[in-house]
T-cell receptor, first 114, second 115 residues
Framework: DAKTTQPNSMESNEEEPVHLPCNHSTISGTDYIHWYRQLPSQGPEYVIHGLTSNVNNRMASLAIAEDRKSSTLILHRATLRDAAVYYCILKKGVGTDSWGKLQFGAGTQVVVTP | NAGVMQNPRHLVRRRGQEARLRCSPMKGHSHVYWYRQLPEEGLKFMVYLQKENIIDESGMPKERFSAEFPKEGPSILRIQQVVRGDSAAYFC?????????????FGPGTRLTVL
């Protein structure tokens, strides 16, 4: 299975943008890039996903490199509530039985300073 | 629309007892996933179920653990003869199913403590 690499932690000031990188150099052509986050003592929460084009939603933006070997999650204005562990996950895009599971790595711990 | 519900939220068991964790998926979702998060560790996939079927149990320990998702009622993760190493947070997620774009919605978790 293709793996992702993320920095262990990143710090940001409140109301500043946060750019979270993810490397996935062995991504296959049918893998989708998903991001989830986990706030302290809570279950993971879906953030955004994409395949080739950049994506925006109310929570964040996802910028995907042209060769798809890396991507960046962008939180436009960090708030204290955005302090969490952010996971970049590749999800298979073809219909085999193994496509269901999410394989979480260590993620990036985002610290937001007031 | 209620989210994924898990109960109990906290469960204390003595070594050798059985633990039953319940998960009610979101309305309209027929796919359920169980994940385990050991203390100071990451989330690990355990099992993926559809109604009355186990689709992928590649992450389930070979002994003492079982899961079901009956036609009616919640999904159940059952741990027999619990040991201290089973102490963890167990998260359930549900989805509509499908590769690629399918999104999983997680419950708040059940925190199991084995004394």
């Amino acid at each position: 299975d293709a793996k992702t690499t993320q920095p262990n932690s990143m710090e940001s000031n409140e109301e500043e943008p946060v750019h979270l990188p993810c490397n996935h150099s062995t991504i296959s052509g049918t893998d989708y890039i998903h991001w989830y986050r986990q706030l302290p003592s809570q279950g993971p929460e879906y953030v955004i996903h994409g395949l080739t084009s950049n994506v925006n939603n109310r929570m964040a933006s996802l910028a995907i490199a042209e060769d798809r070997k890396s991507s960046t999650l962008i939180l436009h204005r960090a708030t204290l509530r955005d302090a969490a562990v952010y996971y970049c996950i590749l999800k298979k895009g073809v219909g085999t039985d193994s496509w269901g599971k999410l394989q979480f790595g260590a993620g990036t711990q985002v610290v937001v300073t007031p | 629309n209620a989210g994924v519900m898990q109960n109990p939220r906290h469960l204390v068991r003595r070594r050798g007892q059985e633990a039953r964790l319940r998960c009610s998926p979101m309305k309209g979702h027929s796919h359920v996933y169980w994940y385990r998060q050991l203390p100071e560790e990451g989330l690990k996939f355990m099992v993926y179920l559809q109604k009355e079927n186990i689709i992928d149990e590649s992450g389930m320990p070979k002994e003492r653990f079982s899961a079901e998702f009956p036609k009616e009622g919640p999904s159940i993760l059952r741990i027999q003869q619990v040991v201290r190493g089973d102490s963890a947070a167990y998260f359930c997620a549900s989805s509509r199913g499908g590769p690629g774009t399918d999104t999983q919605y997680f419950g708040p978790g059940t925190r199991l403590t084995v004394l």
